[in-house]
């Protein structure tokens, strides 16, 4: 009988759990043991007395004993190195990892000789739609980020005819139509704003349009920047400048941008520059999605405002985090999707084999396991 054990999150600021009720039980009918930290699901809403009336084990927190016994921790982020060496050798560690920057947690898994599978990593192909939390995680970035927007911005978001006279729709520009921007984009178009839309990717136009949104068309240039595995690949510094160009007459009559143009493993694309900020009118706003990435937009500062010539300019970082109940309960079900086809007769076996396993897989039992971190030296 596999031992999973769920922890309170230590990453500041981090308010989700990584299993609610709902996936608890279903884990315990798949013939696992579940221990988990009292008080680690409070945040996201979910009280330990709902945890242990289906079944699981309330532990104290930090427990070496409990640790040491886990056979699969399933985490939101990272647990720190403090709690990673409670654990003993072989045990499985599996969560949102930061697998690209989070050195010292490759150098605990070598040390404790863990496995680890880093959600990030996972393939986006259809068979992982179910487990694919970047996406469960990004729609509410799309959807919050919009509110923070409309929530800062001096006018209304739809047209309004009052007797005083008519109020115009605001004018959004989302970069990027990844999960967050096409969530942003239907946010944004449901508060009643006309809506603009910015990617290199021309085969995402259908799918702005099919929202209300309106494509603007990436540059006329040889280069047709595509996608790999689901993501965005990296466009040319000439394409760059081109967009940056093309974007600034938008960014000009714009209310409010939303940025959520990332690319994995790599820093997030400057897609507004200074010069682009001073064309913005004075009670604007940008939301930046990518600042932890590096930003989108130039002067963004990670969980700040900051308002430039009046302008105002907000690193959203964790917005998953301000909607906890949603978000837990949409990231555990990925975990129990990913983890369920290989719990069977009350063992936990994974097949490394497995394109999903693979795809993801960063250390097993201690051994780096990931190309692209060893070309990047994440893995190092």
Known sequence: ?????????????????????????????????????????????????????????????????????????????????????????????VGLLAPYTNRSLLTSLHSKSLSALALELLPRISRAQSADALSSQANIAGYKAVLLGASALDRYFPMLMTAAGTVQPAKVVVLGAGVAGLQAVATARRLGAVVFVSDIRPAVKEQVESLGGRFID??????????????????????????????????????????????PGKRAPRLISEDMLDRMRPGSVVVDIAVDQGGNCAETVSAEMVVRKGVKLIGA????????????????????????????????????????????????????????????????
């Open 1 to 93: 009988m596999p031992s999973f054990l769920i922890p309170v999150e230590t990453a500041p600021d981090e308010t989700r759990v990584a299993a609610t009720p709902e996936t608890v039980k279903k884990f315990l009918l798949l013939g696992c043991k579940i221990a988990i930290e009292k008080g680690a699901g409070i945040p996201a809403g979910f009280e330990d007395k709902q945890y242990e009336n289906v079944g699981a084990e309330l532990i104290p927190v930090a427990d070496p004993q409990a640790w040491g016994k886990a056979d699969c921790v399933l985490c939101v982020q990272a647990p720190s190195t403090f709690l990673l060496e409670m654990l003993g050798s072989g045990a499985l560690l």
């Open 218 to 263: 990436p540059p006329d240039l040889s280069e047709k920047p595509a996608e790999s595995d689901g993501y965005a690949k990296q466009a040319s510094d000439a394409f760059l400048a081109a967009q940056q160009h093309q974007l600034s007459d938008h960014l000009s009559e714009a209310d409010v941008v939303i940025c959520t143009a990332q690319v």
């Open 317 to 380: 970082s964790g917005l998953p985090s301000t909607v906890p109940n949603h978000a837990s309960s949409l990231y555990a079900r990925n975990l129990l999707a990913l983890l369920q086809p290989f719990l069977k007769d009350g063992e936990l076996n994974l097949d490394f084999n497995d394109e999903l396993i693979a795809g993801c897989l960063i250390s097993k039992e201690g051994l780096a396991h990931n190309s692209d971190l060893l070309q990047t030296g994440g893995a190092n």
